[in-house]
T-cell receptor, first 110, second 115 residues
Framework: QKEVEQNSGPLSVPEGAIASLNCTYSDRGSQSFFWYRQYSGKSPELIMSIYSNGDKEDGRFTAQLNKASQYVSLLIRDSQPSDSATYLCAARGGSYIPTFGRGTSLIVHP | ETGVTQTPRHLVMGMTNKKSLKCEQHLGHNAMYWYKQSAKKPLELMFVYNFKEQTENNSVPSRFSPECPNSSHLFLHLHTLQPEDSALYLC??????????????FGPGTRLTVL
């Protein structure tokens, strides 16, 4: 059974701080990893995708992948109240169909 | 807007009703997906269509019946549903379900309530 694990939170950080969201996956064959943001009552929106070990930066977001540890994370720098949402981690392996985690709720307070 | 639309956005139905959910994508993609999202649970993949052919049926009860007449349209026909089927139903599309780089784009979802 392929699983993607995330702490459900909520993770609460002050405005301007770095928010760190973590995700582990069970399928060692996973090759592609995705972070989606989902506002309450809305559909998931792709933020980042990462395929290689190391860091990938896009604006205030940095995705980090460590395949040996089966670990992927998302850092949000200079967090804003508008970043408050649920962040979904997804991993995809040979079946090419992604497996999603339950999501981590992030609250950025002013 | 992601280029994936869903109608209706909200649906309330009784257990004996028959209704259909519609999804349309304007991205030129060849793969389309139905997901179910219930509170506090991960996204559950229901069906996958690639080039109009169903490639995945994730042990979904027969009261859910998908239809994909072409690569741009996807339907989910509902009949004799149960209250536990109440959830957000999300449609997604991607370039091709078997590509290694296969980013999915989600529609806004249909919030379904079964009474």
């Amino acid at each position: 059974q392929k699983e993607v694990e995330q702490n459900s939170g909520p993770l609460s950080v002050p405005e301007g701080a770095i928010a760190s969201l973590n995700c582990t996956y069970s399928d060692r064959g996973s090759q592609s990893f995705f972070w989606y943001r989902q506002y309450s009552g809305k559909s998931p929106e792709l933020i980042m995708s990462i395929y290689s070990n190391g860091d990938k930066e896009d604006g205030r977001f940095t995705a980090q992948l460590n395949k040996a540890s089966q670990y992927v994370s998302l850092l949000i720098r200079d967090s804003q109240p508008s970043d408050s949402a649920t962040y979904l981690c997804a991993a995809r392996g040979g079946s090419y169909i992604p497996t999603f985690g339950r999501g981590t709720s992030l609250i950025v307070h002013p | 807007e992601t280029g994936v639309t869903q109608t209706p956005r909200h649906l309330v139905m009784g257990m004996t009703n028959k209704k259909s959910l519609k999804c349309e994508q304007h991205l030129g993609h060849n793969a389309m997906y139905w997901y179910k999202q219930s509170a506090k649970k991960p996204l559950e993949l229901m069906f996958v269509y690639n080039f109009k052919e169903q490639t995945e049926n994730n042990s979904v009860p027969s009261r859910f019946s998908p239809e994909c007449p072409n690569s741009s349209h996807l339907f989910l026909h509902l009949h004799t549903l149960q209250p536990e089927d109440s959830a957000l139903y999300l449609c997604a599309s991607s370039q091709d379900s078997v590509l290694a780089v296969n980013t999915q784009y989600f529609g806004p979802g249909t919030r379904l309530t079964v009474l």
